[in-house]
Structures are given as C-alpha cells and as structure tokens.
C-alpha cells in the first residue's frame, strides 16, 4: 500500500463528541482523561492498551491519538447498535505526514508491528485493509483478518481539528443529532455502518 491508497483516514466516536474535538482536536488516551466525554472504547482493550509502549520512543499507546484506515471494522461491527449516535469522522491524508506518526498492522491491542509511515505503509495489504466483509470458515483466518481490518495510524498526543473535513452517519437519526451538534459536512453513508 502507499500513500496514494489512502484516500482518508477515520475516527469512530459518538456524534456528542464533536464539538468537543472541532475545539480541541482527537486526543491521546492520556490527554483525554481530564476530558469530560462520552467514551466509545471498551475498557478491556483499553487496559491492555494501557500496557502498550512503543518500541523506539518512550512512549506508550496511551500517547497516541489512533485512526484506522477504514472504519468499516470490527471496532464499528460492535457498535452497531448506538447507529443513532455514533459517527465516522473523516481525516485528511495528510496525517500522514506527520512528524512521529506510527503505522500498525493491525489493531494495536494484539501482538503487532509498529513501524514508520515509510517503513510501514508498503507492507501493508491494501486488498486486506479495505476489505468489506472479514469473515470466513477458518476461525483463525477469521481472527487475523478481524485484526488487520482495524490496522492503525498512530499520532503523537493529538490530532488537530484543521485535519478533519467531515464525517460520515448511519442514518437520518445519527444525521439530526449532527446537524443539532454542529455545522461540520455530514454524510449519510449506510453502507459503512452495520
């Protein structure tokens, strides 16, 4: 894969989020938790994220704001019953730019690799990443691909609202909660959701 196969990159969150992260950008973990919000995450992962350092810095995943190449995953598959609530949150490309972004190639709670944009990006598979079903008879095979579909881009301790140019909903519902919350570009787009 290379930079030019990354059309844009997400974030899932709930829709109350947005003005909260128009105004202060998506945060780290860390930066995060003195931060009235509505968390999406499972806590299970998180204490293993928590666990997590960086190899090469001296950081933990926790330092990290995290997009996925593509939303439509696992991360989002659980979700689908908060449709009404939740939306996608579209990145511009040129996140990956940045200096100390980190490229994992899967979701960085398992055992994975993390690499550099230029060291990472081409070894990713991109037929893998966007695939738009991960489920299969080989419950292994199942379980690998479950993983890859939520492959990350990490940025160091923030991602800054001038990177965001829209967001995607589900439904009609998710779309006035929106426009209730804020003027971003919204997009009905069902096909991404479950």
């Known amino acids: 894969m290379n930079k030019c196969d990354v059309a844009e990159l997400h974030f899932i969150t709930y829709i109350d989020n947005i003005p909260s992260i128009l105004e202060k950008g998506i945060l780290s973990h860390n930066i995060s938790r003195n931060i009235n ?48 609530k939740i939306c996608v949150l579209r990145i511009n490309n040129k996140v990956l730019d940045i200096d100390g972004v980190i490229i994992t190639d899967q979701n960085a709670a398992r055992e994975c690799w993390f690499k550099t944009v230029d060291e990472g990006l081409p070894l990713l598979n991109k037929e893998e990443i966007y695939a738009p079903f991960w489920i299969c008879n080989n419950p292994i095979k199942q379980d690998r691909h479950k993983a890859i579909k939520c492959a990350e ?18 439904n009609s519902v998710a779309f006035d909660n929106l426009c209730n919350l804020s003027n971003i570009n919204g997009i009905i787009k069902s096909e991404l959701f479950f």
């Open 37 to 84: 919000f509505c968390d999406i995450s499972e806590s299970g992962v998180q204490k293993r994220r928590a666990k997590k350092k960086i190899p090469g810095t001296n950081k933990s995943l926790h330092d990290y704001a995290n997009l996925y190449f593509d939303a439509h995953n696992p991360m989002l598959s659980k979700r689908r019953s908060q449709n009404n």
């Open 153 to 170: 881009v990490l940025v160091p301790d923030r991602v800054h609202s001038d990177y965001i140019f829209g967001t995607y909903v589900a």
